[in-house]
């Protein structure tokens, strides 16, 4: 059963505009919630997390909003870019420092 | 800094045979190394954790006589898929962290080894 889900496998945004990715997990216990960024033929690569004690964490265009009460998290993009162009995984820890992850979203955004 | 290498990137193989995918941590030392695996538009799932110098660790439902973890050095693990099935077909990948980087967010990945079993 996965604990981590990402329902939209894809969205497509112009640019300039924000994307929203949405996640949603179900262990209450995790305590920390990563973002990852995958292209194409490379391995994901980590970018924005937010712990468990926060509600939100903002790194230059990317922000991740975490709402606890209603076990998701999101990460906003703005403005978005073509290079943003990709899939993102969203991935939550617990305790054990085991790492549980969603199927992803491929992102697009158009010039 | 912080890459991870696997190789192959990509492999055919014979139903019933084995194949091996090496893991490598290019510029740091990886105390730990875990594999991972993703079917087509599926999560990654953890498959073993596997510390420098002692047995991996499997999780449940992954089968260890089939799956061989080695991590014989601080900057070598191998995956071999033994006696492989077509059900074996998967997208398997690595990641690595250190000591020197304990955050949780700090686990780095490989580009993934596509196996193909006919």
């Known amino acids: 059963d996965q604990q981590v889900k990402q329902n939209s496998p894809s969205l497509s945004v112009q640019e300039g505009r924000i994307s929203i990715l949405n996640c949603d997990y179900t262990?209450?216990?995790?305590?920390?919630f990563l973002w990852y960024k995958k292209y194409p033929a490379e391995g994901p690569t980590f970018l924005i997390s937010?712990?468990?004690?926060?509600d939100k964490n903002e790194d230059g265009r990317f922000t991740v909003f975490l709402n606890k009460s209603a076990k998701h998290l999101s990460l906003h993009i703005v403005p978005s870019q073509p290079g943003d162009s990709a899939v993102y995984f969203c991935?939550?820890?617990?305790?054990?420092?085991?790492?549980?992850f969603g199927s992803g979203t491929k992102l697009n955004v158009k010039p | 800094g912080a890459v991870v290498s696997q190789h192959p990137s990509w492999v055919i193989c014979k139903s019933g045979t084995s194949v091996k995918i090496e893991c490598r941590s290019l510029d740091f030392q990886a105390t730990t190394m875990f594999w991972y695996r993703q079917f087509p538009k599926q999560s990654l799932m953890l498959m073993a954790t596997s510390n420098e110098g002692s047995k991996a660790t499997y999780e449940q439902g992954v089968e260890k006589d089939k799956f061989l973890i080695n991590h014989a050095s601080l900057t070598l693990s191998t995956l071999t898929v033994t006696s492989a099935h077509p059900e074996d077909s998967s997208f398997y990948i690595c990641?690595?962290?250190?000591?020197?980087?304990?955050?949780?967010?700090?686990?780095?990945f490989g580009p993934g080894t596509r196996l193909t079993v006919l």
């Open positions: 937010i712990s468990s004690i926060k």
């Open positions: 262990n209450s216990m995790f305590d920390y």
């Open positions: 990641s690595a962290r250190s000591l020197d980087f304990p955050g949780p967010n700090e686990q780095f």
């Open positions: 991935a939550a820890v617990d305790n054990f420092n085991k790492f549980y």
